[in-house]
């Protein structure tokens, strides 16, 4: 089983910011099938960026992913209030699939 | 417009049985897998397993295995979770999600809290 890493646990940043968030896998995640994840409070995870690096739809292009192999990364170039949220990634190239423990992003 | 509609909150005892549902529309519902999810209160996401509607091929995490049962009625476009005898562990939110054919998991459901307490 990949496990995944994400660090930090928790972000204090201010909106207009830039967020760096990190996902650092066990083993190398094949065909780079990670999906990053928001989730607010009360509500279903939402898709933001899968294949490491392709925007859902819909998703700002504010938000962006790279990485390769085992490490992964997900940006957000500004953030706005509305992206407060804990963010989780998630392999998908091997069963079982895995997530990774989150990183909370939280106003400064 | 893909829709994941779950059955609604349940409150149980030990050792009780419980079978939850997931209706898809807007979709082909026999040919995506659809998976669940669980949440324990105040952590994070762990993936239980997943079906192909189509021919019920299942697949389990080794974490769930022997624990739940996950099946799908096409004819009504329902996949199911189910417990045999619930433990107060089972306490948690579980989300269904549709699946793609590279088991990218692209929509959610609203989520079923499931309460275990005597």
């Known amino acids: 089983e990949i496990v995944l890493t994400q660090s930090p646990g928790t972000l204090s940043l201010s909106p207009g910011e830039r967020a760096t968030l990190s996902c650092r896998a066990s083993?190398?995640?094949?065909?780079?099938?990670l999906s990053w994840y928001q989730q607010k409070p009360g509500q279903a995870p939402r898709l933001l960026i899968y294949?490491?690096?392709s925007r859902a739809t819909g998703i700002p292009d504010r938000f962006s992913g790279s990485g390769s192999g085992t490490d992964f990364t997900l940006t957000i170039s500004r953030l706005e209030p509305e992206d407060f949220a804990v963010y989780f990634c998630?392999?998908?190239?091997?069963?079982?699939?895995?997530f990774g423990g989150g990183t909370k992003v939280e106003i400064k | 417009e893909v829709q994941l509609v779950q059955s609604g909150a349940e409150v149980k005892k030990p050792g009780e049985s419980l079978k939850i549902s997931c209706k898809g529309s807007?979709?082909?519902?026999?040919?995506?897998?659809v998976g669940w999810v669980r949440q324990m209160p105040g952590k994070g996401l762990e993936w239980m397993g997943i079906?192909?509607?189509?021919?019920?091929?299942?697949r389990y995490s080794p974490s769930f295995q022997g624990q739940v049962t996950i099946s799908a009625d096409k004819s009504i476009s329902t996949a199911y979770l189910q417990w045999s005898s619930l433990k107060a562990s089972d306490t948690a939110m579980y989300y269904c999600?549709?699946?793609?054919?590279?088991?990218?998991?692209?929509?959610w459901g609203q989520g079923t809290l499931v309460t275990v307490s005597s």
């Open positions: 083993q190398s995640v094949s065909n780079n099938y």
């Open positions: 998630q392999q998908y190239g091997s069963s079982p699939l895995t």
């Open positions: 294949a490491a690096s």
């Open positions: 807007g979709y082909r519902f026999s040919s995506d897998w």
């Open positions: 999600a549709k699946h793609d054919s590279s088991w990218r998991i692209d929509d």
């Open positions: 079906i192909y509607p189509g021919d019920s091929d299942t």
